[in-house]
């Protein structure tokens, strides 16, 4: 699996935990202290997430970070 599938699948399982938790990107990235850009391009797998906030991430959502690969 190439590099950019691994984006879309980990943004795309991340839109899904937020949207089942009903939160908008703007009250998960106050949340978890990214903005709501860099959030958004993460979602839609214009950009990588660096280790540190996918660990906030699987923490806020009670997640293992498997979870997301």
Do not use: C, W
Not at 6 to 27: F, S
Request: proline share 1%; glycine share 4%; aromatic share 10%.
């Amino acid at each position: 699996m190439g590099l950019k599938k691994i984006q879309n699948e980990l943004g795309r399982r991340l839109r899904n935990l937020r949207l089942d938790k009903n939160l908008t990107q703007e009250e998960l990235a106050f949340e978890v202290k990214i903005s709501r850009d860099h959030l958004s391009n993460i979602e839609n797998g214009k950009h990588p997430i660096n280790l540190k906030n996918l660990y906030k991430l699987a923490n806020y959502f009670d997640v293992d970070i498997k979870y997301f690969f």
